[in-house]
């Protein structure tokens, strides 16, 4: 395997990216771009991309700005600008003839879901713990966090995103015009793959199905009889990237 480290200029911001190439002896027919929630890809991202190049997937996957070494503060808004030149860049200089899908992680369904709905280049998505409603999210889960304490995690994880805390929750609200539970229906004929935990408290479950509900075929849902918001736990993982690339291998195969 061949991983590259590379940068993605949207909007005058310098994205930090890393490029996982499988073997040369392997197959290699389809491209994924991997969108990282609220902690940047150091944490599970980089490593589920380097699962797929050893399924044979060219695998890209970066920090939007704000995350990491990437510039620029948190802005939730600009992750569709961000994904957008990640996927030029992957079009035009990494994978012009593969078929491209994008993997959304929690925050990450917001942006690939947008940008499905308005590039066609994207050939599939995968939405693991979809934030399927921002707005109803939003009303549901920020007193229950606030109240577990949530700032008590300030810094603890040094790959966040700079300024987090203070940038978050106005952050959250710019994202309301871009809500996928209200583009969701145009995406179609895309196909649309969702994951969830069923016992998910962070992202509860019924923001995943009323997206699925919403969304036109091609689709599936699977539910997963777990807590484990983020598919953390080594068997939940396994599953979830094996489901992810049956999925796309049969989408996206000629």
């Given at each position: 395997?061949?991983?590259?480290?590379?940068?993605?200029?949207?909007?005058?911001?310098?994205?930090?990216?890393?490029?996982?190439?499988?073997?040369?002896?392997?197959?290699?027919?389809?491209?994924?771009?991997?969108?990282?929630?609220?902690?940047?890809?150091?944490?599970?991202?980089?490593?589920?991309?380097?699962?797929?190049?050893?399924?044979?997937?060219?695998?890209?996957?970066?920090?939007?700005?704000?995350?990491?070494?990437?510039?620029?503060?948190?802005?939730?808004?600009?992750?569709?600008?961000?994904?957008?030149?990640?996927?030029?860049?992957?079009?035009?200089?990494?994978?012009?003839?593969?078929?491209?899908?994008?993997?959304?992680?929690?925050?990450?369904?917001?942006?690939?879901?947008?940008?499905?709905?308005?590039?066609?280049?994207?050939?599939?998505?995968?939405?693991?713990?979809?934030?399927?409603?921002?707005?109803?999210?939003?009303?549901?889960?920020?007193?229950?966090?606030?109240?577990?304490?949530?700032?008590?995690?300030?810094?603890?994880?040094?790959?966040?995103?700079?300024?987090?805390?203070?940038?978050?929750?106005?952050?959250?609200?710019?994202?309301?015009?871009?809500?996928?539970?209200?583009?969701?229906?145009q995406l179609s004929p895309t196909p649309l793959y969702l994951v969830h935990a069923v016992n998910d408290f962070l992202m509860p479950a019924q923001l995943a199905k009323n997206l699925y509900k919403r969304a036109k075929e091609p689709k599936r849902l699977v539910l997963l009889d777990t807590s484990d918001h983020a598919f953390i736990q080594p068997a939940n993982e396994q599953k979830v990237i094996a489901l992810a690339v049956?999925?796309?291998?049969?989408?996206?195969?000629?």
């Amino acid at each position: 395997m061949k991983i590259q480290q590379f940068w993605i200029n949207s909007e005058g911001f310098n994205l930090e990216g890393r490029l996982f190439r499988p073997n040369q002896e392997q197959d290699q027919h389809i491209a994924i771009i991997l969108l990282h929630g609220v902690k940047g890809i150091d944490y599970g991202t980089a490593r589920r991309a380097e699962a797929f190049a050893q399924q044979g997937f060219t695998s890209l996957t970066f920090n939007f700005r704000g995350y990491g070494r990437s510039q620029g503060e948190l802005d939730l808004a600009a992750m569709p600008a961000d994904l957008a030149a990640a996927l030029n860049l992957l079009y035009q200089e990494v994978a012009p003839e593969m078929p491209v899908a994008l993997l959304g992680l929690s925050f990450g369904v917001i942006p690939a879901i947008w940008v499905g709905v308005h590039d066609r280049r994207v050939k599939a998505i995968v939405g693991w713990r979809a934030i399927g409603d921002i707005e109803a999210w939003y009303n549901l889960i920020r007193r229950p966090i606030r109240r577990l304490g949530i700032e008590q995690l300030r810094f603890q994880n040094r790959h966040q995103a700079k300024g987090f805390y203070t940038h978050f929750w106005p952050s959250l609200r710019s994202l309301l015009p871009l809500n996928p539970l209200t583009v969701v229906e145009q995406l179609s004929p895309t196909p649309l793959y969702l994951v969830h935990a069923v016992n998910d408290f962070l992202m509860p479950a019924q923001l995943a199905k009323n997206l699925y509900k919403r969304a036109k075929e091609p689709k599936r849902l699977v539910l997963l009889d777990t807590s484990d918001h983020a598919f953390i736990q080594p068997a939940n993982e396994q599953k979830v990237i094996a489901l992810a690339v049956d999925w796309l291998k049969e989408a996206l195969t000629v």
